[in-house]
């Protein structure tokens, strides 16, 4: 399982409620253009009611998500702390040698 500090699909999620809120936004103003222009039916008109809480709610989430993610800490080993692997980081001295084992999966 990859760590999910260094995962670096963790940082779309903010992006993509973002744009899924910049979407909302958009089509809360273009669909009363669009219903009496006549290119979209009257039955969009029942979801025109529901677009701005929906787009604040997105929005709402995408600052979480992006407050979380920046709350995580950095797995890097760039302090003395964490080259002793103090944090649980899994980082080791660089004078450490690397141990490489067969211990795989197991049917």
Known sequence: MPDPVADPRAH???????GLADLAC???C????????????AGAGAVVGWLPPVALVLS?????????GRRRGSCSCSSST?????????CKASGDPLKITGGGRRA
């Open 12 to 18: 779309r999620a903010p992006k993509a409620l973002s």
């Open 26 to 28: 958009v089509a809360c």
């Open 30 to 41: 273009a669909l009363p253009v669009l219903i009496t222009a006549g290119v979209v039916g």
């Open 60 to 68: 709402v989430l995408a600052a979480g998500t992006w407050w979380l």
């Open 82 to 90: 964490k080259a002793m692997g103090g944090d649980g980081c899994g």
